[in-house]
Antibody, heavy 118, light 107 residues
Framework: EVQLVESGGGLVQPGGSLRLSCAASGFTFSSYSMNWVRQAPGKGLEWVSYISSSSSTIYYADSVKGRFTISRDNAKNSLYLQMNSLRDEDTAVYYC???????????WGQGTMVTVSS | EIVLTQSPDFQSVTPKEKVTITCRASQSIGSSLHWYQQKPDQSPKLLIKYASQSISGVPSRFSGSGSGTDFTLTINSLEAEDAATYYCHQSSSLPITFGQGTRLEIK
């Protein structure tokens, strides 16, 4: 079964850091580009970041540029999101999703909740 | 940034009814428009890709149309399980953007 499973969410104070992980299974992870998409409580979807299959191409939304870092380890079938200088407005469920920027996102994880609050 | 505007924001419908949700892009995006369904406490699920291409495993009552700036998701003969929020998504240019969502309530 094709599956993405996020982990690493939790409660963090403003200015703090958190590292999210996304474990892939059921497909050849190293052949696919990946994304992080977030959803604030009761709100819509917001694309956060993209990484190509070889990590050679990376994009960020302006709202997280300079604070978040996307990476992957194809040997471990894992995607990561390092989040620094967290703000209240980063509070959201974070999903990993499979797909290139010009493609649809065909597989989504179940999400991990990040709460930024003092 | 390409802005996607969905209408309506909310719709209350009865089973077996036909539903139409529209998504308008702020500039032409060709056919680079995709539709997702998100049920409460679940992750989004891809319904339609590239405006009108069907997805394996998605019921045939879901269909999409449009190109350029105006797109439509149609649900024929609505079922109770279709209660959800529906989002459009453009992959024409970065940043990737989503519509604000349309919530469907089943009466």
């Amino acid at each position: 079964e094709v599956q993405l499973v996020e982990s690493g969410g939790g409660l963090v104070q403003p200015g703090g850091s958190l590292r999210l992980s996304c474990a892939a299974s059921g497909f050849t992870f190293s052949s696919y580009s990946m994304n992080w998409v977030r959803q604030a409580p009761g709100k819509g979807l917001e694309w956060v970041s993209y990484i190509s299959s070889s990590s050679s191409t990376i994009y960020y939304a302006d709202s997280v540029k300079g604070r978040f870092t996307i990476s992957r380890d194809n040997a471990k079938n894992s995607l990561y999101l390092q989040m620094n200088s967290l703000r209240d407005e980063d509070t959201a469920v974070y999903y990993c999703a499979r797909g290139r920027p010009s493609y649809a996102f065909d597989i989504w994880g179940q999400g991990t909740m990040v709460t930024v609050s003092s | 940034e390409i802005v996607l505007t969905q209408s309506p924001d909310f719709q209350s419908v009865t089973p077996k009814e036909k539903v139409t949700i529209t998504c308008r892009a702020s500039q032409s995006i060709g056919s680079s428009l995709h539709w997702y369904q998100q049920k409460p406490d679940q992750s989004p699920k891809l319904l339609i890709k590239y405006a009108s291409q069907s997805i394996s495993g998605v019921p045939s009552r879901f269909s999409g149309s449009g190109s350029g700036t105006d797109f439509t998701l149609t649900i024929n003969s609505l079922e109770a399980e279709d209660a959800a929020t529906y989002y459009c998504h453009q992959s024409s240019s970065l940043p990737i953007t989503f519509g604000q969502g349309t919530r469907l309530e089943i009466k």
